[in-house]
């Protein structure tokens, strides 16, 4: 299925909320580059212990006198580089034995007073390294007692590295030994032992300082973002609600309750949004109470000047004949008929707000509505069949159903052709009433199925009835079905009468049946 056709619906908060989730890499981003780091640290500083044991041993070679006596002083200068507070410098002879063993490992503990950005760096990484966990490459061998074999291999001539591993196979120093050689003879060695936590303490905490300001800053910002996308979000979903509130159910304006916050707290685009909003909405109450009550004044401005010119119509027939008054009296009655329509579909829409609804036998008032219809709209020629129960009922209003009825048939009356008679029929189907009126006659133009029931909408190419036409008819029978919570449609149809296929339109009804509780 193509991407464009996904019925894929992500709100704007969502949006954020996976944007921020996606910032959370960067944390893991650093825990790698701070592994990536404790790699290259812990192989450049094995490389520089071996160079120091390697350094210390020719200065022995040389200086072997000076060398013994700064030892036996306690205070080595020449060893000052070293941070012998920190390391273990043994010297061996050639039996292996210990002769000398000058500084001291500290304890684990033993460590530098860190401050908070240190300490939360380290508590990040070690955090991550639960989820994560992570194995440093030791490049020498390991032993739980490293000194026996280094102590051999040096009296032999090498120079080499070990690791001494705890009973849980962690390093817990780095050993380096080298030969000792005067005149080319050896005469024992050298070892230096460093434990691993002083090995690049400084620099690391260094790092793990960064670390923890990164985090912090970090953190900072992502709660910021979050309390933004919430706020922002929240607004949003506010202004939406609002929105929905000044209308109704049915997308009419209702009773503007549309709160401006534009001089509040908030100064952007989202409050300039709301501001304009709220003017258009202001402006189309306005122009809503307008139209509203258009047609009332229009019936209270023009009833005293048609009534005048009805009487002068009057008064001038009696004086003489004349064809142009037919013509006036005609036009006169066409815009007293305007009246009478702009007001009807204004009552019916102010009646309909302030109805209260009530169940009746909607089977039993079609049956007599359609009785009555017969016998006074002969012009009709209806041809009805009602297979609902007198018990069923709709909530809703009889008399406005009846003139829904009114509009349908004489819309039905006036676009048949006469081929066959109006067709109205009624039955029970789900719980709802399928109420059908067809007759055959012109389609409708493609695409106006819906616009039909628009007010101020019209598909007569000619005046039938030579009466004037609104367009009302069919938006007054949508106002009434969905005050009784139903729908209505038209369609092009084609229908079968004696033994012929005529084409028409079908007006299908359909009423909720009211039940009982």
């Given amino acids: 299925m193509p991407f464009s056709r996904l019925n894929l ?36 500083q094995a490389i520089v212990q071996q160079q120091t044991v390697e350094n210390l041993a020719l200065i022995l070679e040389n200086r072997t006198d000076l060398w013994a006596l700064q030892i036996q002083s306690g205070k080595p200068t020449r060893l000052a580089h070293l941070n012998l507070n920190k390391s273990v410098l043994w010297v061996v002879n050639e039996y292996g034995q210990t002769t000398y063993v000058v500084g001291k ?60 591993m705890d009973s849980n196979n962690e390093p817990i120093s780095l050993m380096s030994a080298t030969p000792l050689l005067i005149q080319n003879r050896i005469i024992g060695s050298l070892v230096l032992e460093q434990r691993m936590e002083t090995l690049f303490s400084e620099s690391l905490d260094y790092f793990y300082k960064l670390i923890g300001i ?43 309750v549309f709160p401006d916050r534009k001089a509040r707290v908030y100064q952007d685009e989202l409050s300039d949004l709301r501001h304009h909003i709220y003017e258009m909405l202001k402006q189309l109450g306005a122009y809503e109470r307008y139209l509203k009550q258009l047609p009332k004044t229009l019936r209270h401005e023009l009833h005293n000047p048609l009534n005048r010119l009805s009487m002068a119509l009057s008064l001038l027939e009696k004086e003489t004949e004349h064809q142009q008054l037919d013509y006036a009296k005609h036009a006169l009655a066409q815009l007293r008929q305007i009246i009478a329509s702009l007001s009807e579909a204004t009552s019916i829409e102010d009646s309909l707000h302030n109805q209260q609804p009530e169940a009746f036998p909607i089977g039993l008032m079609l049956r007599h ?54 067709q109205v029929t009624a039955k029970e189907l789900a719980n709802n009433i399928i109420l059908k009126i067809n007759n055959s006659g012109p389609s409708l133009p493609s695409g106006h199925e819906q616009q039909i029931f628009d007010g101020m909408t019209s598909m007569r190419i000619m005046n039938q009835s030579d009466q004037a036409h609104l367009g009302l008819g069919l938006y007054i029978v949508k106002l009434i079905v969905d005050f009784h919570q139903g729908q209505v449609q038209a369609e092009n149809a084609q229908f079968i009468y004696e033994g012929k296929i005529l084409n028409g339109v079908a007006f299908t009804i359909t009423l909720p049946i009211y039940q009982l509780t």
Avoid at 225 to 247: E, G, P, Q, Y
């Fill in 369 to 422: 509505y359609l009785e009555n219809s017969i016998v006074l709209h002969p012009e009709y020629n209806l041809k009805t069949e009602i297979q609902v129960n007198d018990k069923v009922q709709i909530l809703g209003d009889g008399f406005m159903i009846e003139q829904m009825m009114d509009k349908l048939l004489s819309n039905a009356h006036d676009f048949s052709d006469g081929q066959m008679p109006v």
């Fill in 9 to 44: 619906r992500l709100s704007i908060r969502t949006r954020l909320f996976i944007l921020l989730l996606l910032l959370t890499i960067l944390p893991f981003l650093a825990y790698r580059f701070a592994i990536d780091l404790h790699r290259i640290m812990l192989n450049n």
């Fill in 105 to 164: 490992l500290p304890d684990k503990d033993e460590h530098l007073n860190n401050d908070f950005f240190t300490t939360s760096g380290k508590l990040l990484i070690k955090t991550l390294a639960t989820f994560l966990p992570y194995s440093l490459p030791y490049p020498y061998p390991q032993s739980s007692k490293p000194e026996i074999t280094l102590i051999q291999n040096s009296l032999n001539g090498q120079t080499l590295q070990q690791y001494r």
């Fill in 214 to 256: 990164g985090a912090t800053i970090f953190f900072i910002v992502i709660i910021g973002a979050i309390l933004h996308t919430a706020s922002l979000s929240n607004r949003i979903i506010r202004l939406d609600d609002d929105v929905k509130k000044t209308f109704d159910i049915k997308g009419r304006l209702t009773q503007l």
